[in-house]
């Protein structure tokens, strides 16, 4: 079973501290990867969060492709940033680790937001088909203010690889998710590194996804670019997500509804039943068995967890105003946020969504059954 | 004695050319003639031989000859009264005198067309071999990875739909205050859908059925509905049913058929004003896998009063149902009418599906019904399905296997995007060989929304005696030794239709157990695991590889 750190604050932090959280859960994550995910960045980056970053890894030719493509799209580079990579021992270093921010072309920097979403996600699409085959380029994430860093190895190990420890230019964000992957059913691929990102959504879980090839061919047969790869089966995840909020242009809270359907003698308290039976039976290809418990963020910075419908995964979340972590483990709230109230601590449940909206001041507890929310701050 | 140049008198047959032989003991034998009378077929009689008994009395040999007559139990030679292997006899035999033996080596089927009748007969695919879906294993069992279900303390949610589901993007929802409403002035027809449980009862006639084995059925439905919380429905077959149940509350358990006899649908019609609940929903069959491209026959001996006042017809005719519907020449236009014509009998509140035969052109019809908003689903029989009357020829040899069919129709839909809008029901051949529930996993897993069953249920809830040996399958005839399939009252009195209902409670209470058996241990619990492909393993690699299955060896 994977093992989750998501920390959410006020101020900037450095993704060490998610870094740390993993290594108390050590026992949980076996090497076979980390992904960090960063939303809303710091440091070097506060000045840039309106250019998308391209997030990625490369072989030389690759990266040579890869800027002829972009530089043939339009795009234009306006600062790279690569991690200070030092040797360290059962980690093999690739040729190129980048986060690369461009500026729009011409002819779609004053276009609306949503081509752009899609100019960005169709680029990236073509870069991962481009060095697909070769593994001569693996991109993460192509969007303003996220940038996403993953790597097959132990997380602190990774960490001291990257250099993340490192002083004042090293990356910093308000938003940062970690996964400390346990390699279980598929083979050790970067594409099946969490967390995973579309187009503003980003979740990672620490579970498995039983019913996972229906869910996929339900995903890939809906016509919306993006929806492929599927290296792990908890991808579908993040693109369920997407695909209520932004597709469907549901709230948020119907994520849980989608995934993990009330049953019909179950809707009586809530005022919306009738549409939560056209939910279900809409899309009850998918609905998911777990087990897992699925960290994410929304294109707003609102930080969520969500549990299978029988709370068959860990997952905590604590911390104090300005500082919120969402962990799979109670031990990595206690290092990231050691000094919080632990009564306060939250144990999301079967009927809960748990959200921490942008800026980390409070936490919601939406309970399923009722419909109702719940503050603590 | 014969003369020796005229030992077969004319095409007289031996016993060896049965399929059954009869095994007669003398001298458990007490003559009391209750497997003469119970034998549906006359195919064992009383008679009489001349014995020649030698004895010896006395202290030394003093043989002496006599002859005596004796009674004895006879097998007929006729081929009109061919021995079915019912084994009624065995069954009524206080003194296990007499059973039928299997005849590996027999011809019948070179001489079973006397007069130029080509054999026909009740019953199923007479294939002893396993099927495709007995030959199917669920492989993926969820351990350490990924932690099983348990069946026994898990909530399951064994619920599927039958109706036409909107996609998302097509619902009529507005989001309002971070809620979702249903927009009721939003100009968008929602199809009716039904929650039921995934295996339904298929469609079997009053007409077929004797009253007592219907009526069992449906006692059993009832008692499943609301007194076990498994909404489980149940098709009419053609023909309609009682007007009393027509207007009761119980018809919301009943699919209606509509075949092409069109039998029963005037008392149906007439009935509509006083129904105070909807059927489940209104099945249209054009074909049946059993008999694929043959019709339906209800034979005059089985018209009796209440059949034909169900239907509409005088007693003691013959009621053809033709292959085709006659007035039906296309699906383009005329399905699309029939469905529309249906659904607007009760207000677009009843789901309208049409039923076919499996076969090669299944997905053709599908993909016209997935362009049709008013078709609720399709429902597809494959070749193992059984019927109460048909030719030999056309239940042994015409057909489609239902997984495959079930498996190619379901990938298209999935190609179309179309996987969860037309639910497809898959029928024909499941339990053929006890395992219900594996069988309605396993076509499930392939891609059916729904399993219906029917066959398996006649043997489980009222002993049919039935096989794939060719064993009794005297359904057409109307001398159902059971008292399934017949309007005999003295027949179907031997039929208990409570002990009916009662069975039919513990067939579906056991395959619920066993279907939570299934999907616990790979993990799908709060769904049906639909399409869910990946856990399913065939040790046939041809089969593994036409369904697109793994193959395990």
């Excluded at chain 2, 509140?349 to 362009?371: D, F, H, Q």
């Amino acid at each position: 079973m994977c093992r989750l750190a998501a920390i959410t604050a006020s101020q900037y932090f450095s993704p060490m501290e998610n870094i740390h959280a993993l290594e108390t859960m050590k026992e949980g994550h076996d090497g076979s990867g980390m992904g960090l995910m960063l939303k809303d960045l710091g440091g070097f980056a506060e000045t840039l969060k309106d250019y998308p970053v391209l997030s990625g890894i490369c072989s030389n030719a690759g990266l040579k492709a890869l800027d002829e493509f972009m530089a043939r799209q339009g795009f234009r580079e306006i600062h790279m940033w690569n991690p200070e990579t030092r040797p360290v021992t059962g980690i093999t270093k690739r040729d190129c680790y980048f986060a690369k921010f461009y500026d729009y072309p011409t002819a779609h920097k004053e276009s609306p937001w949503e081509n752009k979403e899609a100019l960005l996600l169709r680029t990236r699409l073509a870069l991962r088909a481009m060095g697909e085959a070769d593994e001569s380029i693996v991109v993460f994430s192509f969007y303003p203010d996220v940038l996403t860093l993953k790597e097959v190895g132990d997380p602190l190990a990774l960490g001291e690889f990257f250099g993340l420890e490192n002083g004042k230019d090293g990356l910093k964000a308000r938003i940062i998710l970690a996964q400390g992957r346990q390699n279980t059913n598929y083979a050790i691929n970067l594409y099946a590194c969490h967390p995973f990102f579309i187009q503003g959504f980003g979740s990672m879980t620490n579970g498995e996804n039983t019913a996972f090839v229906p869910i996929r061919q339900y995903l890939m047969s809906r016509g919306v670019p993006g929806y492929i790869g599927y290296q792990s089966d908890s991808e579908v995840f993040t693109h369920i997500l997407h695909y209520t909020v932004r597709e469907l242009g549901f709230p948020v809270t119907y994520y849980k509804d989608v995934i993990t359907p009330l049953k019909n003698e179950e809707t009586g308290a809530r005022p919306d039943a009738e549409a939560l039976r056209l939910i279900r039976q809409s899309l009850r290809m998918l609905v998911i068995d777990g087990p897992n418990c699925i960290i994410g963020f929304l294109p707003d910075g609102t930080c969520f967890a969500v549990q299978d419908s029988k709370k068959l995964r860990p997952g905590a979340v604590g911390g104090v105003p300005g500082k919120y972590a969402i962990m799979s483990e109670e031990c990595g709230l206690d290092r990231a946020v050691p000094d919080r109230d632990k009564s306060l601590d939250i144990f999301p449940m079967k009927y809960d969504l748990v959200t921490v909206p942008a800026g980390a001041m409070e936490v919601k507890v939406w309970n399923q059954l009722k419909g109702q929310t719940k503050t603590i701050s | 004695m014969e003369p020796v140049k005229r030992p077969d008198k004319n095409h007289q047959l031996t016993l060896k050319e049965f399929p059954y032989i009869i095994r007669w003991r003398d001298d458990r034998c007490t003559r009391c003639g209750r497997c003469t009378a119970v034998c549906p077929v006359k195919a064992v009689v009383p008679g009489v031989r001349v014995e020649r008994v030698v004895s010896s009395e006395g202290t030394t040999p003093t043989p002496k000859v006599t002859r005596r007559v004796t009674s004895v139990v006879r097998q007929v030679n006729d081929i009109n009264r061919y021995c079915t292997g019912c084994a009624m006899c065995q069954l009524v035999c206080p003194n296990e005198a007499i059973e039928p033996e299997w005849n590996p080596a027999h011809k019948f089927l070179h001489f079973k067309n006397a007069g130029g009748d080509a054999y026909k007969r009740g019953g199923r695919r007479n294939d002893p071999g396993l099927s495709t879906l007995d030959m199917l294993k669920f492989t993926r069992i969820s351990m350490l990875t990924d932690p099983a279900l348990d069946a026994g303390r898990h909530e399951f949610h064994l619920r599927t739909y039958l109706g036409r589901i909107l996609p998302p993007k097509d619902l009529p929802l507005v989001a309002e205050g971070g809620m979702l409403a249903v927009d009721k002035n939003a100009d968008i027809f929602v199809p009716p859908v039904r929650q039921i449980y995934p295996i339904m009862i298929g469609s079997m006639s009053v007409g077929a059925l004797s009253p007592a084995m219907w009526e069992g059925l449906a006692m059993g439905v009832a008692y499943l509905n609301e007194e076990m919380g498994l909404p489980v429905v149940m098709a009419t077959g053609e023909g309609g049913m009682p007007p009393r149940l027509l207007k009761s509350r119980f018809l919301k358990y009943f699919i209606l058929q509509i075949a092409s006899g069109y039998f029963g649908w005037d008392e149906i019609i007439r009935a509509l004003p006083q129904m105070m609940e909807d059927p489940a929903a209104i099945e249209i069959k054009y074909g049946q896998g059993a008999k694929p491209g043959d019709g339906g026959l209800l034979m005059s001996y089985k018209v009796l009063k209440l059949i034909a006042s169900i239907r509409g017809v005088p007693m003691f005719v013959d009621l053809s149902s033709p292959p085709t519907h006659q007035t039906k020449y296309s699906i383009e236009e005329a399905v699309a009418k029939m469905i529309i014509s249906m659904s607007m009998a009760w207000g677009f509140r009843v789901p309208v599906y049409p039923k076919i035969s499996g076969t090669k052109t299944a997905k053709a019809v599908l993909n016209n019904l997935a362009r049709n908003p008013y078709a609720a689903g399709l429902s597809i029989d494959g070749e193992d399905g059984g019927t109460g009357a048909a030719y030999n020829v056309s239940m042994d040899k015409m057909g489609h296997p239902i997984a495959m069919n079930i498996r190619e129709c379901y990938l298209d839909l999935v190609s179309q995007g179309k996987q969860n809008e037309l639910p497809l029901i898959a029928a024909g051949g499941v339990g053929k060989k006890g395992n219900l529930a594996a069988n309605a996993a396993a076509l499930i897993m392939l891609g059916a929304s729904v399993v219906s069953v029917g066959k398996y249920l006649m043997q489980a809830t009222a002993g049919c005696l039935g096989d794939e040996m060719n064993r009794c399958n005297l359904c057409n005839t109307g001398r159902c030794p059971r008292g399934i399939t017949t309007q005999d009252p003295k027949l179907y009195r031997r039929l208990d239709s409570s002990k009916v209902a009662e069975r039919l409670v513990d067939v579906f209470k056991a395959a619920d157990t066993e279907l939570k058996k299934i999907f616990a241990p790979m993990g799908r619990s709060t769904e049906l695991p639909i399409g869910m492909s990946d856990g399913l393993a065939a040790g046939d690699k041809a089969i593994a590889d036409a369904l697109g299955i793994s193959y395990v060896c």
